[in-house]
């Protein structure tokens, strides 16, 4: 399912217009990505799941078109944790 798609179903189904639901959306990543730049950054949605932000560390690679190793860098990432819900649901 793409942006758009969803958007169209959010309208359809809360009775709203397509432009009030690209605005939610767009009003809920922005909260998504605020809430993870933070130094503990974690979303809770229950039943749902949840994203927290992690730290992962430099490492070592291979660039399997070459094999020649590379470094790569520490970063932070995001994880998404699927809460019992979802997890019923596509079982």
Not at 18 to 30: I, L, Q, T, V
Not at 44 to 59: E, Q
Not at 67 to 80: D, L, T
Request: aromatic residues 4%.
């Amino acid at each position: 399912m793409t942006k758009a798609e969803l958007i169209e179903k959010m309208a359809n189904d809360a009775d709203i217009s397509k432009a009030a639901a690209n605005k939610a959306m767009d009003s809920f990543f922005d909260s998504v990505k605020k809430a993870l730049k933070k130094k503990d950054g974690k979303i809770t949605l229950v039943g749902f799941g949840t994203l927290s932000k992690v730290r992962r560390k430099a490492r070592k690679g291979i660039n399997p078109a070459t094999g020649e190793k590379i470094s790569i860098k520490a970063r932070n990432a995001v994880r998404f944790k699927p809460g019992k819900t979802l997890k019923d649901a596509i079982a």
